[in-house]
Nanobody
Framework: QVQLVESGGGLVHTGGSLRLSCVVSPRTFSVYAMGWFRQAPGKEREFVAAISWSGGSLYYADSVKGRSTISRDSAKNTGYLQMNSLKPEDTAVYYC?????????????WGQGTQVSVSS
């Protein structure tokens, strides 16, 4: 059974930083791409960033571009989202998700989420 487990969320002040991690198990699961999404209270889930597991393609939402960096360690089957200059509007539950093939654009595997709260 494929599992994604996020960690690294927390409460920070405006301008602070957090590094989210997402471990994919089992190690034998072949990740094609990983995405990070977030959902704030009363809002729909939105895309934050994505990375191809080859590392060649990176995508960011305009709202986090320039403040966030997505990366991965394929040997550890782990993805990361470094977030800097955090703002109160970044407050949300952050989810990582994985794709296992190039032919299917859907993210079929999701983590349970980690809370990020930014105080003003």
């Amino acid at each position: 059974q494929v599992q994604l487990v996020e960690s690294g969320g927390g409460l920070v002040h405006t301008g602070g930083s957090l590094r989210l991690s997402c471990v994919v198990s089992p190690r034998t699961f072949s990740v094609y791409a990983m995405g990070w999404f977030r959902q704030a209270p009363g809002k729909e889930r939105e895309f934050v960033a994505a990375i191809s597991w080859s590392g060649g393609s990176l995508y960011y939402a305009d709202s986090v571009k320039g403040r966030s960096t997505i990366s991965r360690d394929s040997a550890k089957n782990t993805g990361y989202l470094q977030m800097n200059s955090l703002k109160p509007e970044d407050t949300a539950v952050y989810y990582c998700a994985a794709r296992d093939s190039a032919s299917d654009p859907r993210y079929g595997y999701w983590g349970q989420g980690t809370q990020v709260s930014v105080s003003s």
